[in-house]
């Protein structure tokens, strides 16, 4: 599908073909620098759309066109021969630094009453002490201290580390053009919060196929099953980067294998 990458080694790359005759481009920056690459297209399309970013172009000379990646991001590109409204001609991008996200500060609007015609816990409280203030003892302790509890704010858990074993997968010698045996990785959430999966874009002459789904409930597990298609002879290697919102991420397997030609 593509002839050439002018960040080969940097930027590793996948492509598919749907059932449908539709064209996918999956690269991954797999550096902590920023850089901008030019994709040479095996076939002409009239147009190249980037699903992380929205953008829409013509590639030039019909199969030339560029994406900018930041560090360890990757791109999801969909190629089109469709002639109808063919958009303006790709233009050279340039890879920025991201912006450091702003914190959202919440905990002013979760301790902050709500006055309205609703008793609230402060008031309650107020009324039982008022209650029982000249009494020799409490009617029901527990009652009272139940409601101080429930009262008190609870903190949302955020999610720790996840572990992925084993951190590098090494595969025998396999035929050119033919599959070997699966694989599996063992995804392990110990944290007590999900972790939400971004993306798995597996490099190189590797496939995989999972059962994380989405997400990843605190202290679940999950399986990443991988498979070894060599196109060319020799060894052979590829990376599988997760991307999460655990305080880890990207967890990055390695992948290597050879390729022989019986």
Known sequence: MITSNSAQGTVFTKTKVGRDGTRYLFAYNYTASSVTVEFTLAGPATSVRDYDTGTRCAPATSTTFYGAFQPYQAHVFLIGDSASATPAACATPTATPSATPTPTVTATSIRTPVRTGTPTAASTRTANRNRYQNSDRYADGNSQRNSHISATPTATATPGALSVLPAKLKFGAQKLDTTSRVKTLKVTNQ?????SFTGMPVSGDFAETNTCGASLAAQNSCTISITFKPTATGKR??????????????????LSGKGNRR
Request: aromatic share 0%.
């Open 191 to 195: 944290s007590e919060a999900a972790v």
């Open 237 to 254: 290697s590829g990376n599988l980067p997760l991307h999460d919102n655990a305080s880890n991420s990207p967890q990055i397997v390695t």
